[in-house]
């Protein structure tokens, strides 16, 4: 029976898409096995490496020079389960399309993995062996969990020295207060890794050493312990299953029969609801275990249909709840998660369609804006490659070429379709530093440039200081602003000059207080007059700022509030202490001198901003800086020298394991002290350690630290020495 949701002349039904993100910590392989998957479905006819900067998905040139992903890169393949006999699969003999987004690992371009998580219906996290779970894997874990979306675990260089897949198992279990549930068990470890048990059909999956591109493999029976061990596993899965789902759990009770396409979907159904984690293991660079890992895919992720309608509110009846549902033959309603200039076709918004139909030639209306822009030309993108096509359907993600007032997180949508989607959130950046061309004629090409790099990229932030005229460019740390004055040079041809970093510093408060603020000024067109009283208090770490109107008795007229509120907001832009911006702070109006004749909006928006200068001064400001959540992975023979320059940079040390003669240390330092860190760790270690860090709160400095502050800002006069 067709189902009424699907358009009749889309090329692969609802239930037979698959819309995936693959996500991990930074050098764990997620492109190495993005790389296999197109490689295994047909779409590349040779397998690139990431050393070799040759991979599909890693199509930047400052990507295959680092050999790290920093643009998330959407392609799309079509993979046909093979029909084997004894083993159960969801679409056995059938193509299934699946579009994947292969993002970044580097803390740095975090925002790539957010906006993708954002519009995907599923995930695989990547693990390595030997790590198990990373720093980075936790972030992309919590933003996947943001956006409900389920996920598989693939275990990776199993083929790797150390590695350990149970290990792996119990540090996910630990970590990250999840259910994995093994159900692709790799078959040795290190050099001796030859395939996988295939645990809910109790099967062996071998690969051959013989064919170095892993493309065939046999299905056998099981030998030896591998009997055991998949028995075991799979009373485990049978067990979980139970637990979580209704249909396999009643039947369980009642000792009847469970067959192996029964105790899959049940899975399916424990996946799709967040509650269970299918887990695989295997080498991507090896090519062991990726098909097994694709027919995963179809058998436990989503396809759009499976997921919940998307929702959003309706902008012209004040934020009415609506829905978008899963059909194409509704109106159509589709959520832009990415924009990227190409130097062929210029700027491509990527966008996902989540209900009815777009076509070349139709009218799409953008609730932000509240314009209507017709569609000139949609392409399927390959990475850097782009397929024009006619049509885009339900649950489909493909690009536009040609719309001029767009921007990441918007809503396009029929125009009789009155809904706005919630857009994805970005972390503040961290980091600045001044930027200017070496040449006066290419003053006009920067400003171009940065303006189309800030128009991809929601977590760099450009803007201008008032007292020096000079451009300031903010992101997410030393190298997200190296990657972006180099596309500058590169895609610009704009040579630069950068200063030395500077933190994005905050202000908040550690007390509370009430303050005043009168503006009482005579000007040529007569006096104006307001006065306006406020209270101010801490709010929780990282809540941000709220501002509440408390005014009763009408001393501030109606007329006259929002006015008061955004002078309050102005205030909160520069704070008392050394003019960061104020974060995390309640403040309640209360009160107000209206005078009919000499009050006015202006009036009542500065006293409302000295109200808050004179209640900031009150509440003890003090300047934050940002913390970071620093890993260090070590030979323990290092540990104690690394443990001393960390607690050197006012570094509070964390946990620490031990894992085969490595140490992970964890520890919370602050950004300022971490300027040029890989170059004294490596000295510290003769080159054998690493790190990774992300930012994780803001804290207030020490009285000694917040002096160097302003006296760099020229704020106080140095210390006398």
């Known amino acids: 029976m067709t189902d009424t949701r699907n358009n009749p002349n889309r090329p692969f039904p609802l239930e037979r898409t698959r819309n995936i993100g693959i996500a991990a910590h930074i050098d764990a392989g997620k492109t190495t096995l993005t790389e296999r998957i197109l490689f295994y479905t047909g779409m590349i006819h040779r397998i690139g ?51 994947i987004i292969d993002t970044p690992g580097h803390v ?65 279990t630990k970590k990250l207060h999840c259910t994995p549930v093994p159900v692709l068990i790799p078959i040795g470890a290190e050099d001796n890794l030859q395939g996988q048990i295939d645990v809910i059909n109790q099967k062996a999956i071998l690969y051959s050493d013989d064919d170095v591109l892993g493309s065939t493999f046999e299905v056998k029976e099981l030998q030896g312990e591998q009997i055991e061990i998949a028995k075991v596993a799979y009373n485990t899965v049978l067990s979980l299953v139970a637990d979580h789902d209704e249909m396999i759990g009643e039947k369980f009770l009642m000792e009847e029969v469970i067959s192996a396409s029964e105790l899959k979907e049940g899975l399916r159904r424990a996946t799709i609801s967040n509650h269970l984690i299918p887990m695989a293991g295997g080498s991507a660079f090896k090519n062991k275990g990726v098909q097994a890992v694709l027919d995963g895919v179809l058998d436990y992720l989503p396809s759009p249909m499976d997921i919940p309608a998307a929702e959003g509110h309706d902008p012209k009846s004040e934020g009415e709840a609506v829905t978008a549902d899963t059909n194409d033959n509704k109106k159509f309603c589709s959520l832009v998660f990415k924009l990227w200039t190409d130097k062929f076709v210029g700027k491509l918004v990527f966008f996902r369609v989540y209900s009815g139909t777009v076509s070349k030639g139709d009218m799409v209306y953008n609730p932000r804006t509240k314009k209507k822009e017709r569609i000139g030309r949609l392409i399927q993108v390959q990475a850097d490659a782009q397929k024009d096509i006619d049509t885009c359907y339900a649950g489909d993600i493909a690009a536009i070429a040609g719309l001029k007032e767009v921007t990441t997180g918007d809503t396009l949508c029929d125009p009789k379709f009155s809904i706005m989607l919630e857009p994805p959130v970005f972390p503040e950046p961290v980091i600045s530093i001044a930027v200017e061309p070496k040449t006066k004629a290419d003053q ?62 905050r202000e908040s408060i550690l007390g509370s207080a009430i303050g005043e603020g009168t503006f009482d000024r005579q000007t040529p067109n007569g006096r104006q007059f307001a006065k306006v009283t406020l209270e101010v208090a801490m709010n929780e770490k990282g809540a941000g700022n709220e501002i509440k109107n408390a005014v009763s008795g009408g001393s501030i007229p109606k007329e006259f509030i929002s006015h008061v509120l955004g002078g309050v907001e102005d205030a909160l832009t520069n704070g008392t202490v050394a003019g960061f911006p104020v974060v995390d702070t309640k403040v309640k109006v209360t009160a107000g001198v209206f005078e009919e004749e000499y009050s006015d909006q202006n009036a009542f928006k500065v ?19 940002p913390i970071m959540d620093v890993e260090v992975s070590t030979p323990e023979e290092y540990q104690g020298d690394i443990m001393s320059d960390l607690n050197r940079r006012r570094g509070q040390i964390g946990k620490m394991e031990s894992k085969t003669g490595f140490s992970n240390l964890s520890a919370k330092v ?16 003769s080159g054998r350690a690493s790190f990774s860090m992300e930012p994780t709160l803001f804290e207030p400095v020490p009285g000694n630290v917040e002096r160097n502050i302003k006296e760099a800002m020229g704020l106080i006069l140095p210390t006398a020495v």
């Open 607 to 625: 006293a409302a901003i000295f109200a808050m200068k004179n209640a900031l001064e009150k509440a003890s400001p003090t300047i934050l800086e």
């Open 444 to 505: 006009d090409k920067m400003a171009v440039g940065l303006t189309r790099l800030s128009d991809e990229d929601p977590t760099f932030v450009v803007s201008t200081d008032e007292e020096t005229g000079q451009t300031i460019i903010a992101g997410m740390g030393e190298l997200h602003l190296e990657v972006i004055v180099d596309r500058l040079e590169r895609e610009f041809s704009v040579k630069a000059n950068t200063g030395k970093p500077q933190i994005a510093y």
């Open 108 to 172: 740095d371009f975090t925002a790539e993995v957010e906006r993708s998580l954002r519009v995907l219906d599923g995930a695989i996290v990547v693990f390595c062996g030997v790590a198990g779970v990373q720093p980075q894997s936790e972030t992309v874990w919590r933003q996947a969990s943001k956006y409900s979306v389920p996920r598989i675990i693939f275990v990776n260089k199993m083929d790797r020295v150390g590695a350990d897949f149970q290990g792996v198992v119990d540090d996910v």
């Open 49 to 99: 490496e990431v050393h070799d900067g040759a991979t599909t998905t890693d199509h930047m040139e400052q990507e295959r020079e680092r050999g790290i992903t920093i643009t998330s890169a959407a392609v799309t393949c079509n993979w046909k389960q093979l029909e084997q006999e004894g083993v159960d699969k969801l679409y056995s003999g059938q193509d299934v399309r699946i579009n």
């Open 670 to 685: 602050p950004l300022s002290e971490m300027f040029g860190y890989m170059t004294d760790l490596r000295t510290v270690s």
